[in-house]
Each structure stands twice: as C-alpha cells, then as structure tokens.
C-alpha cells in the first residue's frame, strides 16, 4: 500500500521567516495531495490541496509544490505568523471507493516571536 | 449545519469491556471513515466507506468493527478494548473524491 514519509518532525521558525515541510509518497497512481493543520486539542483541517495535473498551487502565505516524477511534495508557508503555530500532515491519495487518505506522521511547527 | 459531530467526546474503559463511537455527518456526502490518532504516527485508517451498503478495511483494522447504519452514520465498535486501543478517534467524511472534513474527535483511554 501507500507509504507517505514526512521531514521535519519539529520545525522551529522565527516569525516572518519562511517554513518548507516535504513528504514523499511510495505509490505513483496517488493523484490527490492534501495538508492539514491541526492546533492542539483540536481537529485537523485541510489549508491547501493539490492534483496530480497541477505542478503547483497557492493561496495568499501558503503554496504547495508537486514533483510527480521525484514523488515529492512540499508545503510552503511564507510570513509566518504565531497562529501558524500547529501540526502540520501531509498526505496522499489515489481516489477510487471514496477518497481514503494516507498521512504522515506530520511536522510541529512552532513560530516563535 | 453541524458538519461532523461524534459522541462521545470522552470515554474511560476497562480492558475487555466493549463500547460503540458514534459519527453522523449532515454535509449529504457519500464516503465516511474512521481513524485513529496516536503520537508520533499521524492519523491512521481503520475502516472507511466509500458509500452507503459498503465498508472496507483501511490500515489498522484489527481489533474494530463498523457499521455504516444509513446514509448520515457511521459508527465503529470495539469489541473487546485492549490497552493499545487507547487513542484519539477521528471520523471524517468527504465527496467521492473531495476533502475529508473531520469530527472533533473522541479521546478514549482504556486501563
């Protein structure tokens, strides 16, 4: 089945500065690459997704980039803020009898003043 | 509208003893599942259903059994709750092949 890598696990910035989390995924027929976020306590909830015909894809401080041939993909968050400040997954999906998802093991992002 | 909403929030259960978390989701979508959350290892599938009728295994079945009781509900039942059950459950449900929006969560200890 699918394997989804997630780098880092920990991830400390200082506010304003950029962060880059990176995930690999194991199965070339993923076509659906959504991130989550969720604060402590809370549930996870999607910030950006992307499909496999799209290289990249962005939305005000945060982009995803896709490399289909590596079987990478990367968050991007620029400007950061101290509300940015979360558990971050990333994950992977081929689609067919629903949309079941694959996670990694997601990166904590602490944005420090 | 509710979106995703699961019961209980909070349960404390013996080893052995059996228990049923609840989901329900009023967004009208097709596909429902459940994962688990436990630190350092994401969020983990255990079963999922892809449509009303039908449910399948995910990753970590063992242990879990669900029944996709109509269109809106879909719940997950542990037979015999083992010390490696404790973590925190996630229902989700999603569009055939749209976002998966997440319930709050249910935090089960088993001791």
């Known amino acids: 089945g699918e394997n989804v890598e997630q780098h880092p696990s920990t991830l400390s910035v200082q506010e304003g500065d950029s962060a880059v989390i990176k995930c690999t995924y194991s199965?070339?027929?993923?076509?659906?690459f959504p991130w989550y976020k969720q604060e402590l306590g809370k549930r996870p909830q999607l910030i950006i997704d992307?499909?496999?015909?799209?290289g990249e894809k962005k939305d005000q401080r945060i982009a995803v980039t896709l490399n289909k041939t590596a079987k990478h993909f990367s968050l991007h968050i620029t400007e950061t803020q101290p509300e940015d400040s979360a558990v971050y997954f990333c994950?992977?999906?081929?689609?067919?009898?629903?949309?079941?998802?694959?996670f990694g093991t997601g990166t904590q992002l602490k944005v420090e003043l | 509208n509710a979106g995703v909403t699961q019961t209980p929030k909070f349960q404390v259960l013996k080893t052995g003893q059996s228990m049923t978390l609840q989901c329900a989701q009023d967004?009208?979508?097709?596909?429902m599942y459940w994962y688990r959350q436990d630190p350092g290892m994401g969020l983990r599938l255990i079963y999922y259903?892809?449509?009303?009728?039908?449910?399948d295994k995910g990753e970590v079945p063992n242990g879990y059994n669900v029944s996709r009781l109509n269109k809106r509900e879909f719940s997950l039942r542990l037979e015999s709750a083992a010390p490696s059950q404790t973590s925190v459950y996630f229902c989700?449900?999603?569009?055939?092949?749209?976002?998966?929006?997440f319930g709050p969560g249910t935090r089960l200890t088993v001791t």
């Open positions: 199965d070339s027929a993923s076509n659906y």
């Open positions: 994950a992977a999906s081929k689609g067919g009898g629903g949309n079941k998802l694959t």
């Open positions: 989700a449900s999603s569009r055939e092949q749209g976002e998966q929006y």
């Open positions: 967004m009208n979508h097709n596909s």
């Open positions: 259903s892809a449509s009303e009728g039908t449910t």
């Open positions: 992307i499909r496999s015909n799209v």
